[in-house]
């Protein structure tokens, strides 16, 4: 195992893995290429093999995965949503943790915008089936997460002390995108709505009503921070400059590059930032590429910590205070 620079072993959380049911057919292919044709054939076929997730994180020496559906995979990114079928998701996921405790864990896929129903299903989903948390999708027909429509997920979050991933969709222009700029003009699509939902959710005032709410958004949405830093006084240099916390808004760092990571830490701080490989789909995280990384990026000791695992960790704490003061309140009464 790889050793820290100054306190031993790592221990790893990857934040943002993705399985589906064994029912579940892929879309239509986003390729242009043969190459991006054979790329994405291969990631495809993993979402549905939970045993190679198992097989890879152990031989990288992953701890913990947080597994998640997503809304978009199951209906798309406009029109209707099965919200049976997203039930049918969420019952996969919390068998698949159940049987591998302290390995695997699940992130309810919640329909952000159905209102009322997608904080029953958060509730029903974190109290009776043990997720840890909630993944909704960063736009959907037009509006973004944060929206005031999308508050009742939020609301419920907060009461129930899960964190949100809120995690890209296409962009309405992703054929356009793919077909100027191959497979990078689709990821950069995507981005964009992730980067514009951590706008919203900004804009619309959600870190000032829930502000112990933690939230997640993805590395390609990184972007997002150039424009926050500009114009946001959270994110200031001013800001930065003061040591002032930053909003409970994490990002993931996908992708494994030195410099984005000196750019999401220098911008969010240290606490703000975690693991997230996107696995099946990009590079996966192992602890002698992670190690290399922190060294490249200057990054050591406790804020190595921090990022591998450290900040999961802390996130996630929070439902266990939670959930044990509901038990106080209800043995009180």
Known sequence: ??????NGPLTVI???????????????????????????????????????????????GVALNLLSSTIEGISGI?????HEEVRR?????????????????ALAAVDAF???????????????????????????????????????????ADRLGVPILVHPVAAETTEALTRSAGRPGNSFGRGHVNGTAFLTVLE????????????????????????AAAELPQYSLTARERGIARPRIH???????PAVLAFAVS?????????????????PVTHARLSAVFDAAGVAGADRRKIASGNAQRILARRTDVARRERELTSDG
């Open 251 to 257: 990002f993931d760092f996908m992708g494994l590059d």
């Open 204 to 227: 619309n005032g959600i870190v000032e009503q829930y502000p112990d709410l933690d939230l997640v958004f993805t590395g390609i949405g990184l972007g997002a921070l150039v424009i």
């Open 78 to 82: 406009r029109g209707p949503v099965d």
């Open 114 to 156: 159905s209102g009322e129903a997608a904080a029953l299903e958060a509730e029903r989903a974190i109290r009776e089936l043990g997720h840890v948390g909630i993944v909704i999708d960063s736009a959907r027909d037009g509006v973004y997460a944060g929206h005031p429509s999308t508050w009742p997920v939020f609301e419920a």
């Open 14 to 60: 990857d934040f943002h893995v993705h399985i589906r049911p064994p029912w579940w057919r892929a879309p239509r292919p986003i390729a242009t290429n043969t190459r991006d044709a054979a790329w994405q054939a291969a990631w495809v076929s993993k979402l549905t093999a939970p045993e190679a997730l198992l097989r890879e994180s152990a031989e990288a």
């Open 1 to 6: 195992m790889t050793q820290d620079a100054s």
């Open 89 to 105: 998701h969420n019952d996969y996921l919390a068998e698949l943790a159940t049987a591998h405790p302290g390995r695997l864990a």
């Open 267 to 283: 911008v969010l701080g240290v606490d703000r930032v975690l693991v997230g490989s996107d696995w099946p789909i990009w590079e």
